[in-house]
């Protein structure tokens, strides 16, 4: 079984940062890789980025040359920093990982938002 806790959401005002981070505990000793994703109210879950056990990334469009997903394997955590917020990144932030072939968790969300 795989654990993942979520931290680091807030309120934050529009151009503003903020750092989230996902700490991974149990069996996570294959995991494939690990991602954030978000949803907003009345939308459905939508990817933002994930990066792979060697460090491998990929960003949503919405994302690019904002947020920056990286990983600390010692430590079992991903982190998210997102920069230039905007109002439109309002959501609950899940993390989210891949074990193996189709073992995947989902943490339960942390919440951001970002006010004009």
């Known amino acids: 079984q795989v654990q993942l806790v979520e931290s680091g959401g807030g309120l934050v005002q529009a151009g503003g940062s903020l750092r989230l981070s996902c700490v991974a505990s149990?069996?996570?000793?294959?995991?494939?890789?690990m991602a954030w994703y978000r949803q907003a109210p009345g939308n459905q879950r939508e990817f933002v980025a994930y990066?792979?056990?060697?460090?491998?990334?990929n960003y949503a469009d919405s994302a690019k040359g904002r947020f920056t997903i990286s990983r600390d394997n010692a430590k079992n955590t991903v982190y998210l920093q997102m920069n230039s917020l905007k109002p439109e990144d309002t959501a609950v932030y899940y993390c989210?990982?891949?074990?193996?072939?189709?073992?995947?968790?989902w943490g339960q969300g942390t919440q951001v938002a970002v006010s004009s």
């Open positions: 990066i792979t056990r060697i460090g491998g990334t």
């Open positions: 989210y990982m891949l074990v193996g072939v189709g073992n995947a968790y």
């Open positions: 149990g069996s996570i000793f294959s995991y494939n890789h």
